[in-house]
């Protein structure tokens, strides 16, 4: 089974580029989520997703947008990339509140 | 105020050591409770789900404490293999959010 899958799973970008994350999963999970991870620090919660067409923000939602047109699917768009968005992203999906399955990573440095 | 919080350590202790994580939380609505652990450079899993009465897993035990609004995790005869990041996360029944804490280290030395 392929669970939570990301891709890319490394990127660089340059400054005031954008790219869009993506997230798939395969477990009909209705919730859905992006962290980022910074050096030493704890995950931080970007947006979520309650079910199809429901998005909401998290802890630190400014310079990301999300959509949720499919159970399955949950891109993370970066609009003018900035060297403070160098991190590792997560993405993770669960049933109603229960264990959270996540993506390997994604690996993004803006320069 | 951190949703989450947890003292980040690092904890170094010998192996066989008992070593205990504790992690509070602010919002009174928190419903689900859970332990993950993460190895470096790793993506997080799941530990532990921490249920009201506690519960235990071999060398694990997981406590919920309400009223003062924490949770603990007890790892007893630790093992080199123990070492690793153990983040404690909370979803809040109001929105459904999943907020980590900020992960504490430990390493477990020979």
């Known amino acids: 089974n392929a669970g939570v899958t990301q891709t890319p799973k490394f990127r660089i970008l340059k400054i005031g580029q954008s790219m869009t994350l993506q997230c798939a999963q395969d477990?009909?999970?209705?919730?859905m989520y992006w962290y980022r991870q910074d050096p030493g620090m704890g995950l931080k919660l970007i947006y979520y997703?309650?079910?199809?067409?429901?998005?909401d923000k998290g802890e630190v939602p400014n310079g990301y947008n999300v959509s949720r047109s499919t159970t399955e699917d949950f891109p993370l768009r970066l609009e003018l990339a900035a060297p403070s968005q160098t991190s590792v992203y997560f993405c993770?999906?669960?049933?109603?509140?229960?264990?959270?399955?996540f993506g390997q990573g994604t690996r993004l440095t803006v320069v | 105020r951190k949703e989450v919080e947890q003292d980040p350590g690092p904890f170094n202790v010998p192996e066989g050591a008992t070593v205990a994580f504790n992690c509070t939380y602010s919002?009174?609505?928190?419903?689900?409770f859970f332990w993950y652990r993460q190895d470096c450079r790793k993506e997080p899993k799941l530990l532990m789900s921490?249920?009201?009465s506690g519960n235990e897993d071999g060398r694990f035990t997981a406590q919920l404490n309400r009223a003062s609004q924490y949770i603990s995790l007890l790892i007893r005869d630790s093992k080199l293999s123990d070492s690793a990041t153990y983040l404690c996360?909370?979803?809040?029944?109001?929105?459904?959010?999943?907020?980590f804490g900020q992960g504490t280290t430990l390493q477990v030395k020979p």
């Open positions: 993770a999906s669960s049933q109603t509140r229960t264990e959270a399955f």
């Open positions: 919002n009174s609505a928190s419903q689900s």
């Open positions: 997703s309650v079910g199809a067409g429901i998005t």
């Open positions: 921490v249920y009201s």
């Open positions: 477990m009909n999970h209705n919730y």
């Open positions: 996360a909370v979803i809040a029944s109001n929105t459904g959010k999943l907020i």
